[in-house]
């Protein structure tokens, strides 16, 4: 059975901190790995990865890939209250994404 | 362009009652998902349908059918509601491009008495 578990489940940062949220995975014919920013409705796309060492950026977010280790990892720098949301973590495989259960992040004024 | 469109956005049942969720998708996927969201549990795929003509079940599909109705809607029926079927219902879509990601629907909240 397809694995993915987040780190931590919830954190609270102050405005200006930086946070790194954490993604590993287990699962059969691996073919990308995404991310995604939950507000109060529908998930939104922040990145989809699929090679190892590759970073990629958008603004004050960043991801990466492990492939070797099976993990992935979203940094956000300069938080903001904005930043606030759950971020949720998935893998795909056979057409069908597996999610993580989520990291709840709130950012503190 | 509408992107996934899903109706109702919020229903109460009560327990043994049926209903169907609706959704649609203007953006010529192939692929349509349904899941469902509760606290601490992220993400979980109910059924799903890789094109037109197929569907196929995820991890949770007990108490639930599908139908692919046309290559744009994809409908999800609760034949009898149970309580523990509350839950936000989230319907989703994707092409068969090896760079796409999935679009997600509006969400329909259902509360099951």
């Known amino acids: 059975e397809d694995k993915v578990v987040q780190s931590p489940l919830s954190l609270v940062v102050h405005e200006g901190d930086t946070v790194t949220l954490n993604c590993s995975y287990e699962?059969?014919?691996?073919?990308?790995l995404l991310w995604y920013k939950q507000e109060k409705k529908a998930p939104t796309f922040l990145f989809m990865l699929t090679s190892s060492g590759i970073e990629k950026k958008s603004g004050r977010l960043s991801s990466i890939l492990d492939k070797k280790e099976l993990f992935s990892i979203l940094n956000i720098t300069a938080t903001q209250t904005g930043d606030s949301a759950i971020y949720l973590c998935?893998?795909?495989?056979?057409?069908?994404?597996?999610f993580g259960a989520g990291t709840t992040v709130t950012v503190r004024a | 362009n509408a992107g996934v469109t899903q109706t109702p956005k919020f229903q109460v049942l009560k327990t043994g009652q049926s209903m169907t969720l609706q959704c649609a998708q203007d953006m010529n996927h192939n692929s349509m998902y349904w899941y469902r969201q509760d606290p601490g549990m992220g993400l979980r795929l109910i059924y799903y349908s890789a094109s037109e003509g197929t569907t196929d079940k995820g991890e949770v599909p007990n108490g639930y059918n599908v139908s692919r109705l046309n290559k744009r809607e994809f409908s999800l029926r609760l034949e009898s509601a149970a309580p523990s079927q509350t839950s936000v219902y989230f319907c989703a879509s994707r092409s068969s491009g090896k760079q796409e990601t999935q679009y997600f629907g509006p969400g329909t909240r259902l509360l099951v008495l």
């Open positions: 699962v059969t014919n691996f073919r990308s």
């Open positions: 998935a893998v795909e495989a056979y057409h069908k994404l597996s």
